[in-house]
């Protein structure tokens, strides 16, 4: 069973900073893609930051600049520093995983995407 669970969020002033963290649990899979993304009440969910194999990272325009992800392959950990926080980026913060698992003798793999249940980060003006 993979499990992912996000720490790190918390309250903060306009201009200020935090660090999010994203632990995996579970084993016998490999993960291609993983990010943050966020919620803000009233809005869709959307894509913040994610990397994947390769090292090839993306950024929502919005937080370009600003905040960087950075990921531990061995460890099977994402983080997301934030910088620079504005009022607008208060959201709930998930952590997304698509996991790839081998089926058979031949190499089959499917995949599935996984989300940590949130954790909050509020920016105050």
């Known amino acids: 069973q993979v499990q992912l669970v996000e720490s790190g969020g918390g309250s903060v002033q306009f201009g200020g900073s935090l660090r999010l963290s994203c632990a995996t649990s579970?084993?016998?899979?490999?993960?291609?893609?993983m990010g943050w993304h966020r919620q803000a009440p009233g809005k869709e969910r959307e894509l913040v930051a994610t990397?994947?194999?390769?090292?090839?990272?993306d950024y929502a325009d919005s937080v370009k600049g600003r905040f960087t992800i950075s990921r531990d392959y061995a460890k099977n950990t994402v983080d997301l520093e934030m910088n620079n926080l504005k009022p607008e980026d208060t959201a709930v913060y998930y952590c997304?995983?698509?996991?790839?698992?081998?089926?058979?003798?031949?190499?089959?793999?499917?995949?599935?995407?996984?989300w940590g249940k949130g954790t909050l980060v509020t920016v105050s003006s």
């Open positions: 997304h995983a698509e996991i790839h698992r081998v089926v058979n003798v031949e190499g089959a793999t499917v995949k599935r995407d996984y």
């Open positions: 579970g084993s016998g899979f490999s993960i291609h893609v």
């Open positions: 990397t994947s194999r390769g090292g090839r990272t």
